[in-house]
């Protein structure tokens, strides 16, 4: 026999809805797509100091999530690293640079990163995270493939071959960051 929750009051309940592609990184650090108005109840319950948008700058940010993060007194950062192939500029690398500085300061946590779908450019971050942790090339590429498909798949956008290049290429030791507030998650 099914259960029945009895509600003692005339309210709706709370639907609490996760965005689309939402996972937890590292303690401190969330993933996801473009959250809509059915998340933020969802993203109200993590307490965020700020949201790393990833696309392009020149772009503006949602009205309704501009209104969250507003009304939540959440830092809105923007760094456009939507294409690949910038990586390997020196525009590129002062973006990451300065992305990596934000995301591996413990005093900016809890943070949502995040793209439109939540699989190209998040999961380019979020590989470089697990690179950040140690973890080895196949980890990092599966995992992206689990949250954007493989490149070239009929489903996802998956990491293009330059994104895979840069991934395999990157030297966490060689990231420049304030070290005195790192999380405990970075050696």
């Known amino acids: 026999m099914p259960s029945k929750i009895y509600i003692q009051s005339d309210e709706t309940p709370l639907v609490v809805v996760p965005p689309i592609n939402f996972s937890l990184v590292a303690p401190g650090i969330y993933r996801s797509g473009h959250p809509n108005k059915k998340n933020f109840s969802f993203l109200k319950r993590l307490n965020l100091k700020g949201i790393i948008y990833l696309e392009k700058v020149g772009d503006p940010y949602r009205q309704d999530s501009m209104d969250f993060v507003s009304s939540n007194e959440i830092k809105l950062y923007r760094f456009d ?98 070290r005195t507030n790192k999380p405990d998650w970075v050696d």
């Open 81 to 178: 690293l939507s294409k690949e192939s910038e990586l390997y500029t020196v525009q590129g690398e002062d973006r990451l640079e300065d992305l990596l500085g934000v995301l591996l300061d413990k005093r900016n946590h809890p943070l949502l990163i995040h793209d439109d779908t939540g699989k190209g450019t998040a999961t380019l971050i979020c590989s470089l995270i697990r690179r950040i942790q140690g973890w080895s090339l196949t980890g990092a590429f599966a995992e992206g493939d689990m949250f954007a498909g493989p490149a070239g798949g009929s489903e996802g956008v998956g990491l293009g071959q330059a994104g895979m290049e840069f991934i395999a290429a990157f030297e966490p030791k060689k990231v420049k960051f304030d």
